[in-house]
C-alpha cells in the first residue's frame, strides 16, 4: 500500500503536519490552490519569555494568485530577524547548538517565491528530524481542476497511491464514496497534540515544530510518532 497525503506547502509547520509526514509514503504539497491570507502559508509561532511570537515571511500577494504564484516581499529583511527570534529565544534550549547553524544557512540564502522558502523550510526539518518521505508539488503533477474531491483522487492516482491520509476534518469535504469508486482507501488523521519540555512556563501547544527540536532534539522524532 502506497499512502499518500496532501498539504498545502506552510512556513515553519507545527506539530500536527509532521504527524501527517511521519503516516505517509509520499507528501505532495498542495500548491495549486488559491492563497489565502492570515493562515499558515507564511507563518507560524515559537514561544518566548513574554509569550507566543509569530514569525511571519512579508508576501507581495494579488487575488486570486495560487500559492505557487505568490512572491517574497524582497524590500523587508524577514530573514536576519527570523534567525534572531530563534537565536533570542532557544539559546538556552538543550538542543539550540545541535541545530542552529542549519538554520543559519537556511536563512542566509535568497528566495524569490513563497513555495521555495516553504519547501527549503520543510526539507530542512525533516533532515533534522530524521523523515525521508518524498515530497512532490502539486504544480509539477499537471492536475488541473478546482474540485476538491477529484483534485485529490488524481494526485493519488499521479503518485501511485492506492490510500490517502487526510486531515481529522476531511470528510466535511471530501466524496469519500468517490475515492473507493476508484479504489483509493481513506484514513483520517488523529493527531493528539503531545506535551514536551520547554521554556517559559507553561506548556504551549500548536507552536512551530522549531520549538520541538530545540527542545528535544534526536527525540522529536517518537513524540510526534507516539501523538498519532
Known sequence: MTVVAIHQPQYL?????????????????????????????????????????????????RFPQRI??????????WQRKHL?????????????????????????????????????CIELLMELSGLEQKL????????DTDDPSVRLIKICQALGGDAYLSGRDGAKYMDVDMF????????????????????YGPFEANLSVVDLLFNCGPKSLNIIRKAG
Open 84 to 120: 534572531q527570534a530563534l537565536k533570542t529565544n532557544y539559546s538556552k534550549a538543550p538542543f539550540f547548538d545541535t541545530y542552529y547553524e542549519s538554520f543559519e544557512e537556511f536563512y542566509q540564502k535568497s528566495y524569490e517565491m513563497l513555495v521555495d522558502v516553504n519547501v527549503a
Open 180 to 199: 473507493s469508486g476508484h479504489q483509493i482507501n481513506v484514513f483520517f488523521q488523529d493527531f493528539k497534540h503531545p506535551q514536551y519540555p520547554q521554556c
Open 68 to 77: 505557487h504564484e505568490v512572491g517574497v516581499n524582497q524590500t523587508v529583511d
Open 136 to 143: 512532490v508539488l502539486a504544480s509539477s503533477l499537471k492536475v
Open 13 to 61: 509547520p507545527w506539530l500536527g503536519y509532521f504527524d501527517k509526514l511521519v503516516r505517509c509514503d509520499v507528501f505532495c504539497l498542495l500548491d495549486t490552490v488559491q492563497y489565502k491570507k492570515n493562515e499558515f502559508r507564511n507563518r507560524n509561532r515559537i514561544k518566548t519569555a513574554q509569550g507566543l511570537q509569530w514569525l511571519t515571511v512579508p508576501v507581495t500577494y
